[in-house]
Each structure stands twice: as C-alpha cells, then as structure tokens.
C-alpha cells in the first residue's frame, strides 16, 4: 500500500506517494526575492502553493495507509503549515499520521536510491552539515557543522557578491575558473565550522573565481576529513552523500577519492532525492510504518530541533546491529 509524504521543513513544498517503488512527486519551491529565507514569508508560501501540490499527486492515490510529514528539524512556521495539511488529510483518509525527522529521510531515501546497507553519511545542505553513521539502534552524529550549514554559507557568500539565490551552483561554476586561494580551515575535533572561512572569503579581494575555488576547496576538504576519519572509526565501508550541496561535482569528486584511497565504496543518490523532497518522506514513512511506527494526533506538534539522533531506528533492528 502506498503513504502519502508531505515535506516543508524550509524552501520547498513537496508531496509524493510511495509504494514499492515512486508513484508520484510533485515540489512547489520558494525562491526569496532577495535576501536568505524568511520562515513567515516561506511558511505563506507553503500554505498557498499546499492544496495545488497535494492535488497534483492525488489522483495516483490507491489505498493510502498513512500520512508521513516532516516533522523537524526546520522552520517552526514551515513546519506548522506542513503538519496542520498532514493531520487535515490523515483525517480525511482515516488513516495514521507518522512523524518523519527530516534529516533520516535524507539518510533513508539515500540509502534505498544507492543500494547501500550501512553507509557513513556526509549529509551537506542548507541547515545542516553532520557526518552521521548507524550504530546500535540509532543513526549517531560521528561531527557536525559548530555554527552553520556549508550550504547556508555558499549562499551567504554568494549574496554579499550580489549573485543570485541559492548560491552553490553560482559558486561552483565560477569555481571553475579560479585557481587555488588559502583560506582558514577549521576542524575541531570531528566537528567543523564555516563562519569564519565564510567571512574571509567575503572579505577577500581576490578575484572571485578565486575566492569561490578556495571557499570549495577548503570547505569540502574539511568535510572529507571528518567523513574519512568517520569512516575508519566506525569500521564501515560504504560513504552516501546527501542533501542539497551534494550536488556539486568537486564535492562528489573528492569523496570518491577518499573512498578509492580507503577501498570504500562511493555513492550519491540522483538528483531528485539529493535535496529536499517529498519522496524521501513518503518512503521514510513507509518504512516506519512497517515497522509499526505511527503518531498520535496529540502527539503530533512539530519539532523544529528535532535531531537524527532522537529517533529510535526500530525498522533497522532487523540487521542485529
Ligand atoms: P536541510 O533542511 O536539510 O538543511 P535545505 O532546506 O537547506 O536542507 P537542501 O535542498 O538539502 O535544502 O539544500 C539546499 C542547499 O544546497 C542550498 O544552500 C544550495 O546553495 C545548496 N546547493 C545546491 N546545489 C549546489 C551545488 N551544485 N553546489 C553546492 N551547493 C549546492
Ligand atoms: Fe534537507
């Protein structure tokens, strides 16, 4: 049977239906005028853009057993919209909700596009930049960004230049043009920051394509690091990468580089499941809800911290791990 997912956790609406396989996917995504994202004003967005999205995968609708939403992290008022639209539909199907942290949809959509059993995850986006793996019923954070996402600095970066919204792939184009510039690199333990390397590169009178291909080069090298050192802690053998700045081709490329050196295997799902999307909800939903897992309507309030490693993975206790 099929779960309806719905996501919102910040720029993009998303609806799709899960079988076996995909049914459906529809994204309605807010681009801000100027500046980052406001959540009142992306949350409106969501709110109108809602029953359009949601129509647009109904008609494929055939024995809905659930309605999964993103129930965290994210944006309180993004998420407030997505929830209120998930309990108005669980309540019209009659069916149960399931609450989906956002962050192991990302890691479980991941996993089901690439095939792999028990992979470190980079998972690099907007909000987030953590390097996660299984470990005894959870998927534990092994390091993460101290101060903001790596994707959120890119735009950063990208709008003090005046480039346009969402500043990854300006970056990485220009990036491509440039030769190598030293900027500060900060790995504190297994944790990282951006700020600081944000900053100097705003603040650099470079030539941009410069500044973009050192900002990548030092950003990245600094998340393989963490991923690498991740990896041989864990004893694992398999790196996913996923989230929005996933899809930039220098970062794939030296991921695979570390994994060939390590003789670990490399992947990164297509580009519909990198960011974010409806079809990672919907599946993560499923799966829960195999496992039993669903959410009482009281019980339902959104959780914007929410984080990966408060979710008790009970569908993955079948592997014994
Ligand atoms: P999360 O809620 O998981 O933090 P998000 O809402 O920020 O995710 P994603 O779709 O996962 O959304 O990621 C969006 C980010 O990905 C943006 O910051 C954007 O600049 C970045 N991005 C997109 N394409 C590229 C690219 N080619 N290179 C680098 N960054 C990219
Ligand atoms: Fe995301």
Redesign the pocket.
Known sequence: GQVLGLEG????VSAALFDDDLVALHSAPYSPPTGGIHPREAAQHHASVMKDVIARVLPEAEQVRAVAFSQGP?LGPCLRTVATAARALALALDVPLVGVN??VA?VEIGRWATGFADPIVLYA????TQVIGYLNGRYRIFGETLDI?I??G??KFARSHDLPH????V??RLAREGSYLELPYTVKGMDLAFSGLISAAQESSSPLEDVCHGLQETAFAMCVEVTERALAHAGKDEVLLV???G??ARLQEMLREMCEDRGAAFAVPERTYL??NGAMIAYTGRIMLEAGVTLPLAESQVRPGYRVDEVEVAWRSDLGE
């Open positions: 956790t910040a720029w993009n994210g956002h962050c990302h986006s907007g909000a987030n996402g994707g959120n890119l735009d969402p500043g990854g792939p970056v990485e989230g929005g700045v899809a930039n960011g974010d």
